[in-house]
């Protein structure tokens, strides 16, 4: 497989941070391989690379996890139906670790002191209850066991190993007690089986309940690949028949009929319809669609039928490109995540160190009875310490913000990106087609005495229409809009940033700029005024001369966006400087800045400056952002700390910047930004609650409190915590689901 096809693997037996780390280096290691990161949240790790997949799944095995090959929607199927089921599993083995635990918490004092004392007459009875912990320790603590013997085989230290070292010493030094009461100091004879086994309960209902979480953070993609039909309807020898969607080939005719998904990408043939796109787009408002326009995959049609020709399938659709596009964002990791990494990789072994020094001290220089208090210390360190909470907060944060853009027609490349886009100081747009439509008309023609609009508008058509600028569409657009008939033209030549030149029945007509045709020799004086009026209203003017004589003065404009002023208000607001660049003239662009309210304007800037303009901005100290086509603009939306490409509909296919925006909105600009911040600020309390939890919960654990106030952490309140850090965060990162966004008209 290419570097365009990443190699998608579901990883099982995650169960912290510094897993991530090990399976990560387990496949950096095999031969051929780019790049390798797992994503803990999501339990999948994504592979670039010449490699084979079975090497990679040895690799992870050898490791000592399981691996398998994500390839479509049936593995995505099945990987979800496995996490399902292993989370009624988490949940069994919470409940009979609880059964067991619960008498034997009331029975010992909490409710009720029954329980016989540790003595050689009640062995019989305590050899009872360390056999049925014992079975609760294989059933609902078996996969922490050998989770740790795991990692300890491949020199390796996990959560898997805090908890069967804490719950396996509780249950070992009990049993000692209880099969050999006389040989310890009364002080110390003191069962701690309840506590293994409440604390194997109280984990297991954690994890249970972090997995239900976590499946919510990955609604956006499931809501993406729900999008795709499973079968298409398509035209074959004349006959329509339904056949499964991965069937449906290139150039392939297919029937939509109304309220039908759209099954894949092609060009309308004949039939017109409205489209609801707003899953891809975020746009709310349906498309009308007719014979040569583009319909995408995964959009519902919804008025008419129409028949189209499918222009791409499989993994070359765009909704099949959005939804690897997501993924490698949510799998990506900022700069914030790589220092939690960093952390958490060396988080374990230092907590196993901590836990010795704590006995050790306890043992040494503590109250009698020291071998109780330094083994209950001790395992309340083990216990309460699982990194599991530090090596969530990022990544799950990362995967439901990058999920809530991807819902809004928001497709950011990379956890960076979003970490960058929230710091950005300024704002460069681009006008034409980011502030305007993009698409100009002709909104005046005014003519010389004699001449009439229809004639001067015709032969102006006929000489733009060997032209391919977007200034001679508007031309010709206008002609056919009139049905004016368009004569030949002879001798066509264009000359760039000055106009067109031909001969059309019989005549030589220039169409240009004022500055080219006075070069030229001819006089425009009789329009000047008029030309400068339409310049400061945001209009182009071109002038039309017929042998030698100007006739003509044609007004074309790019209309400004409807909620380009709202949106650049908004960008205001939020603390941008935000700057339009154009090449247009000083006149038009000036009239564009007044109409919607930037805080400066560069005119007259070719697309190969663009990128100086935002390397002068980076130079006086601002983050800047641009916002561009991903055309023309590409060197300035790679030169920027941030590039939006913005109003390019299906193509997603714009390597130069860092963010798409499915719809033509700057909206989607604003909406990039806010959840950028939110983002960003939800991984901070992820990660200040993870590490105050830790940097607070161990010292207390350890007993730094008991000299000043007796107080002594409960190893079940030490249990209890850990599994409640690892849901909080989860649930915390969850909030960022329900964050109100800023564009208009949903």
Same mark, same amino acid.
């Given at each position: 497989?290419?570097?365009?096809?990443?190699?998608?693997?579901?990883?099982?037996?995650?169960?912290?941070?510094?897993?991530?780390?090990?399976?990560?280096?387990?496949?950096?290691?095999?031969?051929?391989?780019?790049?390798?990161?797992?994503?803990?949240?999501?339990?999948?790790?994504?592979v670039t690379g010449e490699v084979e997949v079975d090497s990679?799944?040895?690799?992870?095995?050898?490791?000592?996890?399981?691996?398998?090959?994500?390839?479509?929607?049936?593995?995505?199927?099945?990987?979800?139906?496995?996490?399902?089921?292993?989370?009624?599993?988490?949940?069994?083995?919470?409940?009979?670790?609880?059964?067991?635990?619960?008498?034997?918490?009331?029975?010992?004092?909490?409710?009720?002191?029954?329980?016989?004392?540790?003595?050689?007459?009640?062995?019989?009875?305590?050899?009872?209850?360390?056999?049925?912990?014992?079975?609760?320790?294989?059933?609902?603590?078996?996969?922490?066991?050998?989770?740790?013997?795991?990692?300890?085989?491949?020199?390796?230290?996990?959560?898997?190993?805090?908890?069967?070292?804490?719950?396996?010493?509780?249950?070992?030094?009990?049993?000692?007690?209880?099969?050999?009461?006389?040989?310890?100091?009364?002080?110390?004879?003191?069962?701690?089986?309840?506590?293994?086994?409440?604390?194997?309960?109280?984990?297991?209902?954690?994890?249970?309940?972090?997995?239900?979480?976590? @499946?919510?953070?990955?609604?956006?993609?499931?809501?993406?690949?729900?999008?795709?039909?499973?079968?298409?309807?398509?035209?074959?020898?004349?006959?329509?028949?339904?056949?499964?969607?991965?069937?449906?080939?290139?150039?392939?005719?297919?029937?939509?009929?109304?309220?039908?998904?759209?099954?894949?990408?092609?060009?309308?043939?004949?039939?017109?319809?409205?489209?609801?796109?707003?899953?891809?787009?975020?746009?709310?408002?349906?498309?009308?669609?007719?014979?040569?326009?583009?319909?995408?995959?995964?959009?519902?049609?919804?008025?008419? @039928?129409?028949?189209?020709?499918?222009?791409?399938?499989?993994?070359?659709?765009?909704?099949?490109?959005?939804?690897?596009?997501?993924?490698?964002?949510?799998?990506?990791?900022?700069?914030?995540?790589?220092?939690?990494?960093?952390?958490?990789?060396?988080?374990?072994?230092?907590?196993?160190?901590?836990?010795?020094?704590?006995?050790?001290?306890?043992?040494?220089?503590?109250?009698?009875?020291?071998?109780?208090?330094?083994?209950?210390?001790?395992?309340?360190?083990?216990?309460?310490?699982?990194?599991?909470? &530090?090596?969530?907060?990022?990544?799950?944060?990362?995967?439901?913000?990058?999920?809530?853009?991807?819902?809004?027609?928001?497709?950011?490349?990379?956890?960076?990106?979003?970490?960058?886009?929230?710091?950005?100081?300024?704002?460069?747009?681009?006008?034409?087609?980011?502030?305007?439509?993009?698409?100009?008309?002709?909104?005046?023609?005014?003519?010389?005495?004699?001449?009439?609009?229809?004639?001067?508008?015709?032969?102006?058509?006929?000489?733009?229409?060997?032209?391919?600028?977007?200034?001679?569409?508007?031309?010709?657009?206008?002609?056919?809009?009139?049905?004016?008939?368009?004569?030949?033209?002879?001798?066509?030549?264009?000359?760039?940033?000055?106009?067109?030149? @031909?001969?059309?029945?019989?005549?030589?007509?220039?169409?240009?700029?004022?500055?080219?045709?006075?070069?030229?020799?001819?006089?425009?004086?009789?329009?000047?005024?008029?030309?400068?009026?339409?310049?400061?209203?945001?209009?182009?003017?071109?002038?039309?001369?017929?042998?030698?004589?100007?006739?003509? &003065?044609?007004?074309?404009?790019?209309?400004?966006?409807?909620?380009?002023?709202?949106?650049?208000?908004?960008?205001?607001?939020?603390?941008?400087?935000?700057?339009?660049?154009?090449?247009?003239?000083?006149?038009?662009?000036?009239?564009?800045?007044?109409?919607?309210?930037?805080?400066?304007?560069?005119?007259?800037?070719?697309?190969?400056?663009?990128?100086?303009?935002?390397?002068?901005?980076?130079?006086?100290?601002?983050?800047?952002?641009?916002?561009?086509?991903?055309?023309?603009?590409?060197?300035?939306?790679?030169?920027?700390?941030?590039g939006f490409a913005i109003g390019t509909g299906t193509d997603?296919?714009?390597?130069?910047?860092?963010?798409?925006?499915?719809?033509?909105?700057?909206?989607?600009?604003?909406?990039?930004?806010?959840?950028?911040?939110?983002?960003?600020?939800?991984?901070?309390?992820?990660?200040?609650?993870?590490?105050?939890?830790?940097?607070?919960?161990?010292?207390?654990?350890?007993?730094?409190?008991?000299?000043?106030?007796?107080?002594?952490?409960?190893?079940?309140?030490?249990?209890?915590?850990?599994?409640?850090?690892?849901?909080?965060?989860?649930?915390?990162?969850?909030?960022?689901?329900?964050?109100?966004?800023?564009?208009?008209?949903?």
């Amino acid at each position: 497989m290419s570097e365009h096809e990443p190699i998608r693997l579901s990883i099982s037996g995650l169960s912290c941070a510094g897993c991530v780390a090990a399976v990560e280096d387990a496949l950096r290691a095999v031969p051929g391989v780019e790049q390798a990161v797992v994503n803990f949240a999501e339990h999948t790790a994504q592979v670039t690379g010449e490699v084979e997949v079975d090497s990679l799944i040895a690799a992870v095995r050898k490791a000592g996890y399981e691996a398998a090959l994500l390839r479509g929607l049936a593995d995505e199927a099945e990987k979800e139906a496995a996490e399902f089921a292993h989370y009624r599993q988490l949940l069994r083995r919470a409940g009979v670790a609880a059964l067991v635990a619960l008498p034997l918490l009331l029975a010992g004092g909490l409710l009720f002191d029954v329980l016989p004392p540790l003595s050689p007459a009640a062995r019989p009875f305590w050899l009872g209850v360390g056999l049925l912990c014992l079975g609760v320790l294989v059933y609902s603590g078996g996969h922490f066991f050998t989770g740790a013997w795991t990692a300890l085989r491949n020199h390796n230290a996990n959560m898997d190993t805090l908890i069967a070292l804490g719950t396996g010493s509780a249950w070992l030094y009990s049993m000692a007690v209880a099969l050999f009461p006389e040989g310890v100091p009364v002080l110390a004879r003191h069962a701690y089986f309840e506590a293994a086994v409440t604390i194997l309960a109280l984990i297991n209902l954690g994890s249970a309940l972090e997995m239900r979480a976590r @499946g919510k953070t990955s609604e956006a993609i499931r809501r993406l690949i729900g999008l795709q039909p499973r079968t298409a309807r398509v035209v074959r020898e004349g006959r329509e028949i339904d056949v499964p969607i991965d069937q449906v080939g290139l150039d392939e005719t297919v029937r939509v009929r109304p309220g039908e998904k759209i099954p894949v990408d092609g060009v309308i043939l004949e039939g017109h319809s409205t489209v609801d796109e707003s899953m891809l787009t975020g746009e709310p408002l349906p498309v009308e669609k007719g014979p040569g326009d583009v319909v995408t995959g995964g959009t519902l049609n919804k008025s008419g @039928g129409f028949l189209f020709k499918a222009t791409r399938i499989g993994r070359d659709m765009a909704l099949a490109r959005i939804i690897e596009m997501v993924r490698e964002a949510q799998n990506s990791k900022p700069a914030i995540g790589r220092l939690a990494d960093r952390v958490s990789s060396v988080f374990v072994p230092t907590v196993l160190i901590i836990a010795v020094l704590t006995f050790l001290a306890w043992y040494d220089f503590g109250p009698e009875p020291r071998l109780s208090y330094g083994l209950v210390t001790a395992i309340t360190v083990l216990v309460i310490a699982c990194p599991c909470a &530090l090596g969530l907060a990022t990544p799950i944060s990362i995967m439901v913000g990058v999920g809530k853009a991807a819902e809004n027609g928001i497709l950011i490349r990379s956890g960076e990106a979003l970490q960058q886009a929230g710091r950005l100081t300024t704002l460069v747009l681009d006008k034409t087609g980011t502030v305007t439509a993009g698409r100009p008309v002709v909104n005046r023609v005014e003519v010389a005495d004699g001449w009439r609009e229809e004639e001067v508008l015709r032969l102006a058509a006929a000489l733009e229409a060997a032209s391919e600028h977007p200034l001679a569409e508007a031309v010709c657009a206008a002609a056919a809009e009139r049905a004016l008939p368009l004569p030949a033209v002879e001798d066509f030549g264009a000359l760039h940033g000055r106009g067109v030149r @031909g001969r059309v029945e019989g005549h030589e007509l220039r169409l240009g700029n004022r500055l080219w045709l006075e070069a030229e020799g001819l006089e425009a004086a009789e329009f000047a005024e008029r030309a400068e009026a339409l310049a400061a209203s945001a209009h182009t003017p071109l002038f039309l001369a017929v042998d030698g004589r100007v006739i003509g &003065l044609l007004g074309i404009a790019d209309p400004v966006k409807p909620d380009a002023g709202e949106a650049i208000a908004a960008l205001r607001r939020a603390g941008l400087r935000v700057v339009m660049i154009t090449g247009d003239l000083e006149a038009t662009a000036a009239a564009v800045a007044r109409q919607v309210g930037v805080d400066a304007w560069r005119a007259q800037v070719l697309p190969e400056d663009k990128a100086r303009e935002v390397a002068a901005l980076q130079a006086a100290g601002e983050r800047v952002g641009m916002v561009g086509d991903g055309i023309n603009d590409a060197p300035a939306l790679a030169r920027a700390d941030v590039g939006f490409a913005i109003g390019t509909g299906t193509d997603i296919a714009i390597e130069s910047a860092d963010v798409t925006l499915m719809g033509g909105s700057l909206f989607g600009v604003v909406d990039a930004i806010r959840i950028s911040r939110a983002t960003v600020r939800n991984i901070w309390e992820n990660l200040f609650g993870a590490f105050v939890y830790n940097s607070l919960g161990i010292p207390v654990a350890a007993g730094v409190l008991y000299p000043f106030s007796g107080l002594l952490l409960n190893p079940i309140i030490a249990g209890a915590a850990m599994a409640l850090s690892s849901v909080t965060v989860v649930s915390n990162a969850n909030r960022l689901r329900f964050l109100r966004l800023e564009r208009r008209g949903r």
